[in-house]
């Protein structure tokens, strides 16, 4: 799936939410956590997911399919690489996903995984989309790979990531270039997103065309939510 909104909607907060009850199913859960914003579901004693912070020495060193079938449940928090590690990173990544549940024979090999990656428009190259994230994306899920992308610039993202989305959930979007893009990848009318509220979102079923409302300030979670976008200025502005 793909969740896309303006900044401060509320998609992290709600995928955290979806994270909570869904990602237990899974064999493997990864969360690919730019901005180290979801450290609450990494408190220990009720940890949905161990932290993992990734700096250049591990960037090197780590054996994903390794670190994957070990540990299981792994947020990722890159820590001082570059642009292009990040993106080399969740290419190996997305890459010991489809290995683990597809291409290893191994015993107890892992039969699902669910890969989400918030700010992913930081994350992929809008004109080269990794070859590794591609194939997970495009033929993952009749292996039991499924993928959550979030991103507040859907204009900043590899077309295939939305288009290839089963479900899209979208949140308040209101840049002309952000509705241009969302509206060559769905049937949906992204003119109707101006007019959402923050966290309130529509959601998308790409195959059989339905969309339904839906409000996420009673989504629940257990635990907390670490957003550092709250605005220190915003208080001495008139609006
Ligand atoms: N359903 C909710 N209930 C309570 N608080 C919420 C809810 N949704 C969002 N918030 C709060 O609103 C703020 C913005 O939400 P969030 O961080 O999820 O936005 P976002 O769309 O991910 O923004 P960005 O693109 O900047 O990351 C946060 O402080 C978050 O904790
Ligand atoms: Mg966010």
């Known amino acids: 799936m793909s969740v ?46 161990g932290t993992l912070i990734v700096d250049r020495e591990r960037f090197e060193s780590i054996d994903w399919p390794k670190c994957l079938f070990n540990h299981r449940q792994v947020r990722v928090v890159p820590d001082a690489l570059d642009d292009e590690e990040i993106q080399e990173l969740y290419g190996r990544i997305s890459a010991a996903a489809m290995a683990l549940c597809k291409d290893l024979e191994i015993d107890d090999a892992p039969e699902s995984a669910l890969v989400s990656c918030d700010e992913a428009h930081q994350v992929l190259d809008k004109n080269k989309l990794d070859s590794r994230v591609n194939r997970m994306q495009t033929g993952g899920r009749k292996h039991g790979v499924e993928t959550i992308h979030l991103t507040q610039r859907p204009a900043l993202m590899p077309l295939t990531i939305l288009s290839q989305s089963d479900r899209r959930v979208y949140f308040h979007v209101s840049e002309q270039r952000d509705i241009k893009k969302i509206n060559k990848a769905s049937v949906f009318d992204a003119n109707r997103l101006k007019d959402l509220k923050a966290r309130e979102a529509i959601v998308e079923n790409k195959h059989s065309g339905e969309f339904e409302k839906i409000d996420t300030d009673n989504c629940g979670r257990d635990r907390p939510h670490f957003s550092g976008d709250d605005g220190l200025l915003d208080d001495a502005l008139p609006v």
Do not use: Q
């Open 4 to 49: 896309i909104g303006a900044s401060g909607t509320g998609k992290s907060y709600y995928t955290g939410s979806l994270l909570e009850d869904r990602a237990p199913n899974f064999d493997i859960s990864v969360h690919f956590d730019l901005e180290d914003e979801e450290g609450g579901l990494s408190v220990e004693g009720n940890a949905l997911y």
